[in-house]
């Protein structure tokens, strides 16, 4: 038995199917699933039956995986091992967040075009999102192609962009929703770092934008125009062609990378029904200005 791949567009995003993730996994069936990866960009691996230990294993097959920044939040006791991000609408209690919830309200941030951790000095390379619990409507995932958006760009605008450096802060996110109660030692532990708005991915040697809603200023422009480009990229870049949205079933594991994709949860009831996502993130080689070669301007 090997494992096999069915593409669901000629180039973003396929199913894998025929492989146990639960049990180690051969070096040929690995060596499929990263050549896949590094062409479709997202991989979906339905039905999978794994405890959290064997999600972080799969997991770091591709790398050293994040701590999630959930332990600089010192409101409320994690639910999960740090290993793990929790982009549920539960407590620690295993009960649905209150409306009113600096949790659920941080994680709001979710609903709006990111991709995982860029507001990290070295950001995440992979996110590997296992589905638990899903709402019965609603609460889906969207994907959005930053290389064939790159590739669709005028050339004027690839020229304008090519050395562009952005400062990415989980900060500038939770700002466009009107949330910004954080303290002094927060701001602290997370703040602004660089990085490019143009990177090209080794593996595939493909051309990619990287955006995300943690994007502020640019550097070398005013804040005003700076916004507004990455503003106007964003609109190009999440445009439906681009576009796959996940459905989730039950004990799908959803794979993507990050420094070619965006991504954003759908509305659901959150305040009504149980959605229990858990993210494994594996941690990028270094901050994407390094790996570009692109001098960082001085803040
Ligand atoms: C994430 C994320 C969106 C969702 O796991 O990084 O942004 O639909 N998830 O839960
Ligand atoms: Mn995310």
Not at 37 to 55: C, E, M, N, T, W
Not at 176 to 181: K, Q, S
Request: aromatic residues 8%; hydrophobic residues 40%.
């Amino acid at each position: 038995m090997s494992v096999i791949v069915v593409p669901l567009t000629e180039s973003f995003a396929a199913e894998i199917g025929d492989i146990d993730l639960s049990q180690p996994v051969a070096p040929s069936d690995l060596a499929t699933i990263n050549e896949a990866f590094a062409k479709y960009a997202v991989l979906i691996f339905p039905d999978q039956r794994l405890s959290q230990g064997q999600h972080l294993e799969f997991a770091k097959l591709f790398g050293p995986l994040e701590t999630t920044i959930g332990v600089y939040r010192k409101d409320a006791p994690l639910r999960l091992p740090t290993e793990l991000a929790d982009v549920s609408n539960l407590n620690h209690e295993n009960e649905v967040l209150g409306k009113e919830s600096r949790v659920r309200l941080f994680q709001l941030g979710n609903r709006l075009w990111h991709t995982d951790s860029s507001f990290k000095r070295v950001p995440a390379r992979a996110s590997l999102l296992y589905a638990r619990t899903i709402a019965p409507v609603g609460g889906h995932t969207e994907f959005a192609d930053e290389r064939a958006a790159y590739d669709a760009l005028p050339e004027e605008m690839k020229r304008r962009i090519e050395t562009l450096v952005a400062e990415h802060s989980i900060f500038n996110s939770r700002a466009r929703l009107g949330f910004t109660n954080f303290s002094e030692e927060e701001r602290r532990e997370m703040p602004p770092v660089p990085q490019v708005l143009v990177r090209t991915i080794p593996e595939s040697g493909r051309k990619s934008l990287y955006l995300a809603s943690h994007a502020g200023r640019i550097f070398g422009m005013s804040e005003a125009d700076g916004r507004a480009l990455i503003d106007h990229l964003i609109a190009h870049a999440t445009q439906r062609q681009f576009v796959y949205t996940h459905r989730w079933r039950v004990n799908d594991l959803v794979m993507w990378d990050n420094r070619c994709t965006l991504h954003r949860g759908t509305e659901f009831d959150d305040l009504r029904w149980k959605r229990d996502v858990q993210r494994a993130t594996v941690c990028d080689v270094a901050n994407s200005c390094e790996q570009e070669g692109v001098a960082i301007a001085a803040a």
